[in-house]
């Protein structure tokens, strides 16, 4: 973990609440996808974690959207700089992906896929990757993952782009391995849909977001981890669903 500044260098709106915000500052910490960061803002006593969408060099990309009155302020930053906390958070391990990795992201569940995506491509696997919104209106990144040699398969609930329905209906499909982001009605229909082993980001309310406070722990087969410390990524084989 490491403490430091960051300036920004853009920040655009990708829907009408989900902003793509391109910073400038030492990276070196943020070695895996999956990992996030947390970000000081002014008025706050809790900074916000986002996930890391992706690393360029010096230039850290991440993707937000406005819920709250944080990434409110957030939006409305134009210029100036963020003190923010890098290489939080275990992040994916692409070493079990076998041949046919399979990416799923739901929502603000889809930017950590990017950089996975983008390494998996790289080791010359073939990725298929899948991206579950509500409507047409809140997709994003469709064209960024096909730019990078995904097969990319897009699921609206209300049926206005790609398969009407949930990622799940999407995943008839062969594949060696899977990962998947976003919100745990979507973990759990993707844990009792998969075929295989694969690994799970979950998205938890944290407090201090390097494991001291245990505001996010979760029930294991091992005991009770920390979502911040020993997460954000969970295996399947590890996890236990509260009812």
Same mark, same amino acid.
């Given at each position: 973990m490491k403490q430091s $500044?960051? %300036? $920004?260098?853009?920040?655009? @709106?990708?829907?009408?609440? =989900?902003? +793509? *915000? #391109?910073?400038k500052g030492d990276t070196s910490e943020i070695t895996a996808s999956g990992q996030f960061v947390n970000i000081k803002l002014d008025g706050f006593y809790l900074r916000r974690p986002i996930s890391v969408c992706d690393v360029n060099g010096d230039e850290l990309t991440i993707i937000y959207k406005v819920v709250g009155k944080g990434t409110k302020q957030m939006a409305e930053m134009e210029k100036g700089s963020l003190d923010i906390l890098t290489g939080l958070g275990n992040g994916y391990d692409?070493? +079990?992906?076998g041949e046919k990795p399979l990416l $799923?992201?739901?929502? =603000?569940? #889809? @930017? @950590?896929?990017? *950089?996975? /995506? +983008?390494e998996l491509i790289k080791q010359g696997?073939? #990725?298929? #990757? $899948?991206?579950?919104f509500n409507t047409e209106d809140e997709v994003f990144y469709e064209q960024e993952f +096909?730019?990078?040699?995904?097969?990319v398969f897009v699921t609206t609930v209300d049926g206005t782009k790609g398969t009407k329905g949930f990622v799940t209906d999407e995943m008839d499909r062969e594949y060696s391995y899977f990962y998947t982001c976003g !919100? %745990? !009605? *979507?973990?759990?229909?993707i844990y009792k849909k998969s075929v295989t082993s694969g690994q799970f980001s979950f998205e938890e309310r944290m407090g201090c977001g390097f494991g001291a406070c245990m505001? /996010?722990?979760c029930k294991t087969v091992t005991g009770y981890k920390r979502i911040c410390k020993d997460g954000p990524v969970l295996e399947k084989e590890e996890i236990l669903w509260e009812n």
């Open positions: $500044i960051f %300036e $920004i260098l853009q920040n655009t @709106p990708l829907t009408s609440t =989900v902003y +793509k *915000m #391109v910073l692409l070493l +079990k992906s $799923i992201g739901g929502g =603000v569940g #889809v @930017p @950590p896929m990017f *950089m996975l /995506c +983008k696997k073939d #990725v298929t #990757v $899948i991206l579950g +096909k730019n990078l040699g995904a097969k !919100p %745990e !009605p *979507m973990l759990k229909a505001g /996010c722990s």
